[in-house]
């Protein structure tokens, strides 16, 4: 089945242990993007990697990090999390095709709570 | 100014009644005009997408851009209670990678 897989799905941390939240798709596909989602301020992207090794800022890409090392791979790293990291964050996924018809296949969503 | 602005309402609305949601949009580049659907506890799904000014059917879902007003709208007839969903407009210029989202509408139909 294709699929993006996003790791773990629910998350409670304290402020500064850094933590790392996997993504990974079985679709071959070269781009790969992290979102976070909040109340009122929708989705708003925070990294993405057109393919291997090439990555590139977001619009809040303050806090993360992210390497494209593999191309199924896309995690997402925090280095030192804080309160207002708190989020819903989703991963998603496109092929060449998939993107001109402005399809991104999403993961479920990881639920993280900075304490 | 945010690129794109939508009401998040939530909206609740009757089973079999025409729903209606909107966005506006800032920047006139934008050239691609999309709407996703995201269930509870689920990764957003694209819905449609157009790329003109005008109307696109789907079977019950018609999605509407009017470039001129910088407006976009889904609409959606004979609504089911399956079609309770937080629905997302989300927008691209040309060449471009990035999709900018708006607020979503969190819509409730009632059997």
């Known amino acids: 089945e294709a699929q993006v897989t996003q790791n773990p799905r629910y998350l409670i941390t304290v402020t500064g242990k850094k933590l790392t939240v996997t993504c990974s798709q079985n679709?071959?596909?070269?781009?790969m993007s992290w979102y976070r989602q909040d109340p009122g301020l929708g989705l708003r992207q925070i990294y993405y990697?057109?393919?291997?090794?090439?990555?590139d800022k977001g619009d809040v890409p303050e806090g993360y990090k992210v390497s494209r090392k593999e191309k199924r791979n896309f995690p997402l790293i925090l280095e030192s999390p804080s309160p207002n990291q708190t989020s819903l964050y989703f991963c998603a996924s496109s092929g060449r095709d998939d993107l001109a018809k402005n399809i991104q296949y999403f993961g479920a969503g990881t639920r993280l709570s900075v304490l | 100014q945010k690129e794109v602005e939508q009401d998040p309402g939530p909206l609740s609305v009757p089973e079999g009644a025409i729903v209606s949601l909107n966005c506006t949009y800032s920047?006139?580049?934008?050239?691609?005009f999309m709407w996703y659907r995201q269930y509870s506890r689920k990764g957003p799904e694209l819905l449609m997408y157009t790329y003109s000014s005008g109307n696109k059917e789907d079977g019950r879902f018609t999605a509407q851009v009017d470039k001129s007003s910088k407006y976009i709208s889904l609409f959606i007839r004979d609504s089911q209670p399956s079609d309770s969903a937080t629905y997302l407009c989300a927008i691209r210029g040309r060449g471009a990678q990035k999709l900018v989202f708006g607020q979503g509408t969190r819509l409730t139909i009632n059997p």
């Open positions: 920047n006139s580049a934008f050239q691609y």
């Open positions: 679709m071959n596909h070269e781009y």
């Open positions: 990697s057109m393919n291997v090794e090439v990555t």
